[in-house]
């Protein structure tokens, strides 16, 4: 049983260390830049119902997309009335 155990914790611990290995390395911004990742522009189409929808697209977060773009939280519903 504590064979077993010690075998078991050995594995694990192996497999974490490979696991670690495969992490993805990400550029840094150039010294003194608060930008990370790239600038994009879009334009709301027709049929975009509101800022999540959009925010999927791009895979991030509607908030972000607000303090980005100093926008208030009223302006996330798109649908014209």
Same mark, same amino acid.
């Given at each position: 049983?504590?064979?077993?155990?010690?075998?078991?914790?050995?594995?694990?611990?192996?497999?974490? +260390?490979?696991?670690?290995?495969? %992490?993805?390395?990400?550029? *840094?911004?150039?010294?003194?830049?608060?930008?990370?990742? $790239? =600038?994009?522009?879009?334009?709301?189409?027709?049929?975009?119902?509101?800022?999540?929808?959009? +925010?999927?697209?791009?895979?991030? %977060?509607?908030?972000?997309? *607000?303090?980005?773009?100093?926008?208030?939280?009223?302006? $996330? =519903?798109?649908?014209?009335?």
């Amino acid at each position: 049983m504590k064979r077993e155990s010690l075998l078991t914790l050995t594995l694990i611990g192996a497999f974490s +260390a490979i696991q670690a290995a495969w %992490a993805v390395d990400y550029p *840094l911004p150039p010294t003194g830049s608060r930008l990370v990742g $790239q =600038n994009q522009t879009y334009t709301v189409q027709e049929g975009d119902k509101n800022l999540q929808a959009i +925010a999927r697209r791009f895979d991030t %977060a509607a908030m972000l997309i *607000l303090e980005a773009n100093t926008l208030s939280p009223r302006c $996330q =519903n798109l649908v014209r009335r």
